[in-house]
C-alpha cells in the first residue's frame, strides 16, 4: 500500500527503493488508474513521521510511477486530500501544479476559505508555488438559476480569492463554474451514471482548470 511505501521511504531517505506497479496501482478501466488510501494514513500525524521526512515523498512516489516500464505513461494525477491539513497534504502540495478548492455557500465556507488560502503559502514550501482554483460546490438551485444565497457567497468568494492573491502574491482563481447539490450524486456515481447536467458542469469546471494551467 502507499503506507508500506512511505514506511520504506522514511527509513531510507535517498535509496528509496520500493517497487511499484499494479500491485499497488488498480486498474479501474484502461483510462483510469487508481490507488487506494488505507487506515494507516489516518494515524500518520502520531506515528512519528516528521514533516520534513515526509515533504518530498510524493515527489519521489510520482517519480517512480512516471519512470517504471511496467506502468503507462500517465497525462495527469489527481490527489483527493483531507480538508485538515496532514502530513500527506503536506507532501502532495508540496509538487502539485493546480490546488483545486470546492466551497459551500455558507458563512463557515468563505470563512475556511480564508484560514486555509491565508496560511498555505506559511505551510508548503514548493518552487514554484503551485496555482489554487476555487469554486463553488453544493450549489442550490431554484428555477433552473442559482439561488440568490449561491450568489451572494460566489460574489463573497471571488472577493476573498483576489484580496488573498494580492495580499499574499499567489495565485488565485476564483472559477465561474458551480457543481450543484445533488441527494442523488453518491448514487450516481456508485451505480456508475452521472445525470448529464452534472456530467456538463463537471466538464465545464475541467475546461476552466486546464485554460488555468495553460
Given at each position: 500500500t502507499i503506507y508500506d511505501a512511505l514506511e520504506v521511504f522514511k527509513k531510507a531517505g535517498h535509496n528509496f527503493k520500493f517497487p511499484v506497479g499494479f500491485d499497488t496501482i488498480y486498474q479501474i478501466d484502461e483510462q483510469l488508474h487508481f490507488v487506494p488510501s488505507v487506515e494507516e494514513l489516518y494515524w500518520l500525524d502520531i506515528d512519528g513521521f516528521e514533516g520534513k521526512s515526509v515533504k518530498d515523498f510524493i515527489r519521489r512516489f510520482i517519480g517512480k510511477i512516471a519512470n517504471s516500464a511496467n506502468l503507462p505513461q500517465y497525462d495527469l494525477m489527481l490527489f483527493d486530500c483531507s480538508p485538515s491539513f496532514s502530513l500527506l497534504t503536506y507532501s502532495v502540495l508540496s509538487c502539485c501544479d493546480l490546488?483545486?478548492?470546492?466551497?459551500?455557500?455558507?458563512?463557515?465556507?468563505?470563512?475556511?476559505?480564508?484560514?486555509?488560502?491565508?496560511?498555505?503559502?506559511?505551510?508548503?514550501?514548493?518552487?514554484?508555488?503551485?496555482?489554487?482554483?476555487v469554486f463553488m460546490n453544493k450549489a442550490k438551485i431554484y428555477g433552473g438559476l442559482l439561488t440568490n444565497e449561491v450568489q451572494f457567497y460566489m460574489r463573497e468568494v471571488k472577493r476573498l480569492c483576489a484580496e488573498i492573491s494580492k495580499d499574499n502574491n499567489i495565485e488565485v482563481r476564483f472559477l465561474e463554474s458551480t457543481i450543484r447539490e445533488s441527494?442523488?450524486?453518491?448514487?450516481?456515481?456508485?451505480?456508475?451514471?452521472?445525470p448529464r447536467e452534472l456530467v456538463r458542469e463537471f466538464e465545464k469546471l475541467w475546461r476552466e482548470c486546464e485554460e488555468y494551467l495553460k
Open positions: 490546488i483545486l478548492i470546492p466551497v459551500n455557500p455558507d458563512y463557515f465556507g468563505s470563512r475556511g476559505l480564508s484560514l486555509v488560502l491565508n496560511s498555505l503559502q506559511k505551510r508548503i514550501e514548493p518552487y514554484p508555488f503551485p496555482k489554487i482554483a441527494v442523488g450524486l453518491k448514487r450516481a456515481i456508485n451505480e456508475g451514471e452521472l
